[in-house]
């Protein structure tokens, strides 16, 4: 069976993978993250190459490599990680009442072989009207500061959101059908990587 390693610390990501029954080795990445100066596609797609390649290089034994990266994109600014409850409260005003997009990067790479791939997903999130009161409520209970938009949307945040467009498991920042989809370009298909003892539901 293929290795897959995880280049990401995101514990959403890998619990979308464990929950297939994918034995998944998680290596965080050292690479600095940008989120500025071009297209939202763009950022998050360099985002996922450079975790992806950074994690490579330090493999000693074949592997494939998944790098991701995700962001909150409103009129095409980014609302990255809050730097503190204050910021996070304010993003999520910002937020709320509007439609936004989520949009991840996806980079794949098979040391054994060298092949590579990547791709990006993007899901329309429309959010509630919120008062200022349920955004402070929020914010108290999740403490959102590692969370781009200063949200999550399972669990307590799952009362944030009116409607998406497209992909929800995108907006918890691994869409996994895009994954398998680009895995299968280089030869690996996550359906027979499945098992059955270690599968579960979410």
Do not use: W
Not at 55 to 73: E, M, Q
Not at 160 to 182: E, F, H, M, S, T
């Amino acid at each position: 069976m293929k290795r897959i390693v995880l280049a990401s610390a995101s514990p959403r990501r890998r619990a979308l993978l464990a929950a297939l029954g994918i034995p998944v080795e998680v290596i965080p990445s050292d690479a600095p993250e940008c989120d500025s100066g071009t297209a939202p596609a763009v950022i998050v797609a360099a985002n996922a190459r450079a975790k992806r390649d950074d994690v490579a290089r330090r493999l000693d034994a074949p592997a494939v490599v998944i790098g991701a990266d995700t962001l909150v994109f409103l009129d095409d600014h980014v609302l990255s990680k809050p730097a503190d409850a204050v910021e996070a409260r304010a993003m999520l005003r910002r937020l709320s009442g509007t439609t936004h997009q989520v949009v991840t990067g996806i980079a794949v790479t098979d040391t054994a072989t060298g092949r590579s791939v990547e791709g990006v997903e993007s899901t329309d999130v429309t959010f509630r009207q919120l008062t200022d009161a349920e955004i402070a409520r929020f914010v108290e209970i999740v403490n959102p500061v590692d969370r781009a938009g200063a949200y999550t949307v399972d669990g307590p945040g799952s009362l944030l959101v009116a409607r998406y467009d497209g992909c929800y498991q995108n907006v918890l920042g691994l869409p996994i059908v895009k994954l398998d989809k680009l895995l299968r370009q280089i030869g690996v298909n996550l359906f027979d990587l499945m098992d059955r003892r270690r599968a579960v539901f979410l």
